[in-house]
């Protein structure tokens, strides 16, 4: 009994993390900023910054195959190879094997995973947007699902916490459909976005922005500027985008309060009947499938939307029969993501004499302009423009007929001006999408498996039409030629921010988390990824994520020295 208790305490912190990427690297971050002893559990490999970027600096001719993986590696990728996002020599290192961590789809759903120390903010897209108050206003106001449990004025400080910390360039618009971030100096338009901008608002009254990225322009918070490589997931040897290893994940370990754990995979929260909380969790090794347990006062969830689910999915108690705070029964359902893959591309003629500096990291943005102040669609909420434009390189000359001094102008020469843009639209909240969990078919490291019962349903494709249609409209107007238009939904989780299976909510009968990220009957383990979201809005989510993530830790860490946690 004494050896048990001494392995106890020497296993007991204030804090534990479950995950080190977006947003469990500010929870790191602001609990041991607090004073709390913490434990950050990863359950993949250690990655220290710039020491473990091993391809950051490769040229194209040092990477094998072309940059391609061989045929043997692509059968461990099939279901995330099938998505579009190739798996390449030079970001290998960064994915899950599909083969290691099975997964059964009844509708397709394609989840994109990397488990290391900083996860997926390593690779992330970095485009950062705020919701606005109608985002967290509109399930009320349309009988969608449940109400959210906040309003903005209550994460809207939190918001600029983050912002100043991460470094988010951008162009204060003062729309109240995109709030304001706080701001590094915005990327330029390039000549011929500025065309479509001008045309935008001409005819049609809507903006076309910068797109407000994670990429700085300039040095901030000891990082540097970005060099406009476009080698992003390789990792960034400057610091030059937000990601929890150049950034969080240093600051918690500068205080001396953090102990990071790689190789840790969290099997399930332990609940004490008596005591009516949770008083830690249960570890798999990964490296030799040891088990252990780690205790503490407060336990943050933050392993991404869906291993958090199945941590408290499998987190089985005589309290909590069907996982941990599942007393509504929506533990699991309500998935969302974005939907996109539609839009359209045009041809420009004109702007022969000018080009562009670099690979900038952003491309413009066009913020939602349908179902503003009412619905007037056959939809409900509305969607976004991610795009670009650019002049095609020397690959424009490959079927020339020509040689010698010709061919050498010919592919010196830029060709023509083109523009792509693709939109990104809400996916409504649905009981009916769910993730659960196959007890009889285990992965790599012996946890049950996810099955996916996800679907995009009739008010998304709805919208869809208006994606298409008003993209090609916009062009038209431009006075692009050639326009072409594209829709190919794909599945659910193609955007990469699956969301919502543990919703925030007023009423503990029909959510899973409380205003501060709680789980509702069980008011020591907070929820602070995209597990959380009550809506998905059709912005991209992840500094929504951080924003809650930092807001939850301060309130968790001031709980704790009142004595109330």
């Known amino acids: ?41 990863e359950r993949g490999r250690n990655v220290r910054h710039i020491e473990d970027y091993p391809t950051m600096l490769k040229k194209p001719w040092e990477l094998p195959y072309n940059d391609r ?23 290998k290192h960064w994915w899950i094997r599909d083969t290691d961590q099975p997964y059964e789809e009844i509708k397709r759903f394609d989840w994109i995973r990397g488990y290391h120390v900083g996860g997926r903010s390593i690779m992330w897209g970095r485009q950062s947007y705020r919701l606005a ?22 994460i809207a400080p939190w918001y600029s916490h983050v912002e100043k910390f991460a470094g988010i360039s951008g162009q204060a618009l003062g729309l109240p459909q995109l709030p304001d971030s706080e701001f590094l100096p915005p990327w330029e338009l390039n000549c011929v976005e500025e065309h479509l901008k001008e045309s935008l608002d001409a005819n049609f009254g809507r903006v076309l922005t910068i797109g407000r990225t994670a990429n700085m322009t300039r040095s901030h918070q000891g ?92 987190s089985i108690s005589d309290r909590f029969p069907n996982g941990l705070g599942n007393d509504s029964g929506e533990l699991g359902h309500n998935v969302m993501d974005h939907h996109f893959r539609v839009g359209a591309n045009g041809e420009f003629d004109g702007y022969e004499d000018r080009y562009y500096w ?40 490959v079927r020339e007929l020509a040689i ?3 061919l050498k102008e010919l592919v010196q020469t830029p060709g023509k001006w083109t523009l792509g843009m693709t939109a990104f639209g809400e996916m409504l909240p649905d009981h009916s999408n769910r993730v659960y969990l196959d007890h009889n078919k285990k992965d790599k490291w012996g946890q049950p498996t996810l099955v996916f019962d996800v679907e995009f349903k009739e008010n998304e494709f709805k919208m869809r039409e208006d994606m298409k249609n008003d993209a090609a409209e916009m062009l038209e107007a431009a006075g692009f030629k050639n326009i072409t238009t594209f829709d190919d939904p794909g599945g659910p989780g193609l955007g990469i921010h699956e969301m919502g299976t543990a919703r925030m909510g007023r009423d503990p009968r029909t959510s899973v988390l409380n205003k501060w990220n709680q789980v509702h009957a069980c008011k020591n383990v907070f929820v602070t990824d995209g597990a959380a979201m009550t809506s998905a809005a059709c912005q991209n989510p992840s500094l929504t994520y951080m924003a809650f993530a930092a807001r939850s830790a301060h309130y968790a860490a001031e709980e704790m020295k009142k004595g109330n946690l």
């Open 1 to 41: 009994m004494n050896l048990n208790l001494k392995a106890k305490k020497n296993n007991s912190y204030d804090a534990i993390v479950v995950g080190t990427g977006i947003s469990g690297g500010w929870a790191a971050k602001e609990l041991t900023e607090n004073g709390l002893n913490t434990l950050v559990l």
């Open 404 to 406: 010698g001094e010709p």
């Open 358 to 397: 670099g690979r900038r990291p952003t491309g413009f943005y066009i913020p939602r302009f349908r179902n503003l102040d009412r619905n007037d669609r056959s939809y409900l909420r509305g969607f976004g423009y991610q795009g670009g434009a650019s002049r095609q390189d020397w690959r424009h000359a």
């Open 69 to 91: 993986v061989t045929q043997e590696e692509a059968q461990h990728y099939q279901k995330q190879m099938r998505t579009g996002y190739t798996i390449r020599q030079s970001t």
């Open 133 to 154: 108050p109608m985002d967290f206003e509109a399930n009320a106001k349309e009988g969608i699902a449940v109400d959210w449990p906040i309003r903005y004025e209550d």
């Open 223 to 314: 990082r540097g500027s970005c060099m406009s490589r476009n080698l992003c997931m390789r990792g960034c040897p400057y610091g030059a985008y937000f990601s929890s290893n150049a950034s969080t994940l240093p600051a918690a370990e500068a205080t001396g309060n953090m102990t990071l754990r790689p190789n840790s995979i969290v099997d399930s929260i332990i609940y004490d009947e008596d005591l009516g909380k949770a008083t830690g969790v249960r570890v798999i090794d990964a490296e030799t499938l040891e088990t252990f347990e780690f205790y503490s006062n407060v336990i943050f969830l933050n392993a991404s939307c869906m291993n958090t689910t199945l941590i408290m999915l499998n």
